[in-house]
């Protein structure tokens, strides 16, 4: 259950406590193209209705507001938003604003973010998206550059009493998946400043990264322990909890299934899903649910073939 961002005795309350705290500049982070502002429509969406986010209660703010800087509104968040039902949020976009000077960012990038925050107009303990939050930096690698940008724009949300989630689509990817980073989170593209400066830091790997039909969405504040929640997406796009038998999943498996009603064994099933690639376990799950859905009967254990549909 949600609540306002004010409390009955007057006191105000963080978004998600110990998580996404008022004042606070959080990372969204991932591989170009991997969905982020997808997610983050998502996001704006729980934040916007007070809705529990990952199973964390959310403190509704009184307002969200999104700020597009790397395409139009039309062919960027704006398109993600209005497919998550969000297109009444008050927002800002580079692209489209004939008056914006992109020369405004070298003369002063943090001075012009803050300048952007202040168009919304959005009142204290409401949260902001910035998309993306790298091209308010300089030199992502250089250590003093990176703390005292990220120390500007907190210091500019603080009094405003703003909680920001910046995107960044910028990360640093092993094609060898034995030298891949430990940490997801280490593998956003910068110096070390960006975690020991930042608060929350969260990072979606797809597919190719997990090397599993899901997404994996790692949350890691510095208040509360790590957590990584499994996503798929919809028909739309949008991502919604992966539950390990998918539409897709099941269409899949049974594709693997001889057509002609012959019988397979469980580890040949298992061998051949490999390259979807799908695990035993996720395997396991989805012949289950095949069988109660009537399209695979188990003959005996271990082995499985079609169910013969009868038409008439």
């Given at each position: 259950m949600s609540q306002d961002a004010t409390a009955s005795d007057g006191r105000q309350l963080d978004l998600i406590p110990r998580i996404f705290t008022t004042g606070s500049l959080n990372l969204l982070a991932g591989a170009s193209g991997v969905g982020k502002t997808a997610l983050a429509a998502s996001l704006a969406r729980a934040f916007r209705d007070g809705t529990p986010i990952f199973g964390h209660a959310v403190n509704k703010p009184p307002a969200v507001g999104y700020i597009n800087g790397d395409r139009s509104w039309e062919h960027g968040a704006g398109y993600w938003l209005a497919e998550a039902g969000c297109s009444d949020l008050l927002h800002y976009s580079m692209k489209d604003d004939p008056q914006f000077n992109p020369r405004s960012l070298r003369q002063g990038r943090t001075v012009c973010l803050t300048r952007l925050i202040d168009r919304l107009q959005l009142p204290p303990y409401s949260v902001v998206f910035i998309d993306p939050l790298s091209m308010f930096f300089g030199d992502l690698?250089?250590?003093?550059?990176?703390?005292?940008t990220i120390s500007e724009i907190q210091y500019a949300l603080l009094p405003r009493q703003l909680t920001a989630m910046g995107l960044m689509h910028s990360v640093k990817l092993k094609a060898d998946k034995r030298e891949r980073y430990l940490r997801p989170q280490d593998s956003i593209l910068g110096s070390a400043a960006l975690?020991?400066?930042c608060d929350t830091q969260c990072y979606l790997a797809s597919p190719q990264e997990t090397g599993r039909p899901y997404y994996a969405f790692t949350l890691h504040p510095?208040?509360?322990?790590?957590?990584?929640?499994?996503?798929?997406r919809d028909a739309a796009g949008l991502f919604i909890p992966y539950d390990g038998f998918?539409?897709?999943?099941?269409?899949?498996?049974?594709?693997l299934i001889p057509p002609d009603y012959t019988e397979i064994d469980r580890p040949e099933l298992a061998e051949r899903a490999e390259a979807i690639p799908m695990s035993l376990a996720t395997v396991?799950?989805?012949?289950?649910?095949?069988?109660?859905?009537?399209?695979?009967?188990?003959?005996?254990p271990?082995?499985?073939r079609r169910r013969q549909l009868v038409t008439h």
């Open positions: 690698n250089r250590y003093e550059e990176c703390a005292q975690f020991g400066y510095h208040l509360a322990p790590l957590q990584t929640f499994f996503l798929t998918d539409d897709k999943n099941l269409q899949a498996l049974l594709a396991k799950r989805v012949l289950r649910v095949l069988i109660d859905r009537g399209y695979v009967e188990r003959v005996r271990g082995i499985y």
